[in-house]
């Protein structure tokens, strides 16, 4: 990633990207398939479960796991690959970590439900409830903040003692760029309300709708009321409305984003769930992104309750990238470097830690 400012100390959030096209190579990631899970037992057992999957909510160390594993540094790859490689390579050797991997690109995201709903049966632990963060997650990235990307990938992680992440990637075509989302279930105290414990990125200052900002606490509110109303009600203010001038502060385009005929199929939707809350409201199927935005400006209009529109992101290679920069994958390296891990986890798992602990002096010495 581009050089980008922290402004928060828990690093989980978002990291935007530039769009490449073309996909890992079969050496390639046949190789990260068996490097990558060998380093995440490695973490496992020198910190155990919850460090790793804080470490995925970090979009930097994310960044760097995909620089050791050999993949583009900057490219929107490296989160398709590096999840498909983490959950591939895991597999195998969920039970014995504890480390459970749903989801990832296109058809096979829409599918984490399905698999979360197995894991939680395999370990005794609410699978619905997995299921629910998962949609509350992506529901958040695509409808809470409309920022342009398109989700399009959606990676699931939870351990075995129910704890869970989220990397997950949208898709802005108009300027080919795409952002990563992270998620850490341990810091999400509400869903709509600041959900992510930071954002990072260098693209800060488009507007965009930012439902799940502290600031928008009045529009969610109202929002959510409006939704329990009949549709005829609603149905007649956004008929006053979408008939206003609105001002040039105001970036979405009324007669393209809301059309009271489409969205009148919504909100007999919401009259019938009855939501009591945004998140309720959120998590109606059929709620999408028009549904949001259209209840967010009639809760302006009615209510004088605003919503943000303030962008919530602000904000070494190991064995080369695949594109050959800054130079070609040494293939040699590469396998030395996973039969070395491999040997020093196995002889950790068997109480001789002294190459893990050789790493650690290393690294300690850096």
Same mark, same amino acid.
């Given at each position: 990633m581009?050089p980008?400012t922290?402004?928060?100390?828990?690093?989980t959030?978002?990291a935007?990207l530039?769009l490449? $096209?073309?996909?890992a190579?079969?050496?390639?990631f046949g190789r990260m398939?068996q490097?990558?899970p060998?380093?995440?037992?490695?973490i496992v057992? @020198?910190?155990?479960?919850?460090?790793?999957? @804080?470490?995925l909510s970090? /979009?930097?160390w994310?960044?760097?796991l995909?620089?050791?594993?050999?993949?583009?540094w900057?490219s929107?790859?490296?989160?398709t690959t590096?999840?498909?490689?983490?959950?591939?390579?895991?597999?195998?050797?969920a039970?014995d970590l504890g480390?459970?991997?749903?989801?990832g690109?296109?058809?096979?995201?829409?599918?984490?439900?399905?698999?979360l709903l197995?894991i939680?049966?395999?370990?005794?632990i609410d699978?619905?409830?997995l299921? *629910?963060?998962s949609?509350?997650?992506?529901k958040v990235?695509?409808?809470?903040?409309?920022?342009?990307?398109?989700? *399009?990938?959606h990676?699931?992680?939870?351990?075995?003692d129910g704890?869970?992440?989220?990397v997950?990637?949208?898709m802005?075509?108009a300027?080919?760029t795409?952002?990563?989302?992270?998620?850490?279930?341990?810091?999400?105290s509400?869903?709509?309300n600041?959900?992510?414990a930071a954002?990072?990125?260098?693209a800060h200052?488009?507007?965009?709708?930012?439902?799940?900002?502290?600031?928008?606490?009045?529009?969610?509110?109202?929002?959510?009321?409006?939704a329990?109303?009949?549709?005829?009600?609603v149905?007649? @203010?956004?008929a006053?409305f979408?008939?206003l001038?609105? /001002?040039?502060?105001?970036?979405?385009d009324?007669?393209?984003?809301?059309?009271p005929?489409h969205?009148?199929?919504?909100?007999?939707s919401?009259?019938?769930a009855? /939501?009591q809350?945004? @998140?309720q409201l959120?998590?109606?199927?059929g709620?999408g992104?028009?549904?949001?935005?259209?209840?967010a400006m009639v809760?302006?209009?009615?209510y004088g309750? /605003?919503? $943000?529109m303030?962008d919530?992101?602000?904000?070494?290679?190991?064995?080369?990238?695949?594109?050959?920069?800054?130079?070609?994958?040494n293939?040699?390296?590469?396998?030395?470097?996973?039969d070395?891990?491999?040997d020093a986890?196995?002889r950790a798992?068997?109480?001789?830690?002294?190459?893990?602990?050789?790493?650690?002096?290393?690294a300690?010495?850096?």
């Amino acid at each position: 990633m581009r050089p980008c400012t922290v402004l928060m100390p828990k690093r989980t959030g978002s990291a935007d990207l530039p769009l490449h $096209s073309g996909r890992a190579p079969a050496w390639l990631f046949g190789r990260m398939k068996q490097l990558a899970p060998a380093i995440v037992e490695a973490i496992v057992i @020198e910190h155990g479960r919850r460090t790793f999957l @804080e470490r995925l909510s970090d /979009p930097r160390w994310f960044q760097a796991l995909g620089c050791v594993l050999g993949f583009d540094w900057h490219s929107s790859g490296v989160t398709t690959t590096v999840c498909g490689a983490l959950k591939e390579g895991l597999a195998p050797r969920a039970a014995d970590l504890g480390l459970f991997v749903a989801g990832g690109k296109g058809k096979t995201s829409r599918e984490t439900p399905t698999e979360l709903l197995a894991i939680g049966t395999t370990l005794g632990i609410d699978g619905a409830r997995l299921a *629910y963060n998962s949609r509350m997650a992506a529901k958040v990235d695509s409808a809470g903040v409309q920022d342009g990307f398109d989700i *399009y990938q959606h990676s699931f992680f939870v351990s075995s003692d129910g704890e869970w992440a989220v990397v997950q990637q949208g898709m802005r075509d108009a300027d080919g760029t795409a952002r990563r989302y992270h998620w850490l279930g341990s810091r999400v105290s509400d869903f709509v309300n600041e959900p992510h414990a930071a954002i990072a990125s260098d693209a800060h200052g488009q507007l965009v709708l930012n439902m799940v900002a502290t600031e928008s606490a009045g529009a969610r509110a109202s929002s959510a009321e409006f939704a329990r109303q009949e549709p005829r009600l609603v149905d007649r @203010e956004i008929a006053r409305f979408v008939s206003l001038e609105l /001002p040039s502060r105001h970036w979405i385009d009324v007669k393209k984003d809301i059309n009271p005929a489409h969205l009148r199929k919504v909100l007999l939707s919401t009259y019938e769930a009855n /939501p009591q809350s945004f @998140e309720q409201l959120l998590a109606v199927p059929g709620v999408g992104a028009k549904a949001v935005r259209a209840l967010a400006m009639v809760a302006e209009v009615v209510y004088g309750s /605003p919503v $943000s529109m303030e962008d919530p992101a602000r904000f070494s290679f190991a064995h080369g990238g695949k594109d050959g920069h800054p130079y070609p994958v040494n293939r040699e390296v590469y396998d030395d470097s996973i039969d070395w891990l491999r040997d020093a986890v196995t002889r950790a798992r068997m109480g001789r830690s002294d190459k893990l602990n050789a790493l650690k002096r290393l690294a300690d010495w850096r």
